[in-house]
């Protein structure tokens, strides 16, 4: 009866450290979830925060590439609430980069307004391979990285 006792004594005293690691986790800078009961169950109350900015075209691309191919880089900013901020920042970054790349290539290829008033199909194709050349450094540098 002693033993059991001892024993029970025992478990109780590693559920007191996981409790007080747990504590000290939460002080080193993981956020703390509040949950919602539902019925018998605790669901984590997860909301994100709103963030100023635009998510778009490579925002949702970086989110996507993300999800696919760094699960567990994607589950830690989104608990952390920092997946929002980051998509903006990308994008903000890509459109940054895709208008200085297109400008830097339009003056390289001699691509002016001169050439798009006399001859416009010419212009439109330097252009879309401009465009595309430069979405593709963008993809590269940014987005699957």
């Known amino acids: 009866m002693d033993q059991m006792g001892a024993m029970e004594g025992d478990g109780m005293m590693g559920q007191e450290r996981n409790m007080e690691e747990e504590q000290d986790i939460v002080g080193q800078g993981i956020a703390q979830l509040d949950y919602i009961e539902c019925g018998e169950f605790l669901i984590p ?3 994100m925060k709103k963030v100023d900015g635009y998510i778009g075209k490579y925002g949702m691309m970086r989110k996507r ?20 901020e980051h998509l903006v920042e990308i994008e903000r970054q890509a459109e940054e980069r895709m208008d200085m790349l297109e400008k830097q290539m339009k003056e390289a290829e001699g691509v002016t307004e001169e050439l798009k008033s006399r001859e416009q199909m010419e212009w439109v194709r330097k252009m ?18």
Do not use: K, P
Not at 65 to 84: A, I, K, P
């Open 65 to 84: 590439f993300l999800q696919e191919h760094r699960s567990s880089q994607f589950q830690g900013m989104v608990l952390m609430d920092e997946m929002n």
């Open 45 to 47: 109350n997860l909301t």
């Open 128 to 145: 879309n391979s401009i465009h595309n050349r430069a979405e593709e450094i963008v993809l590269n540098e940014i987005i699957y990285v």
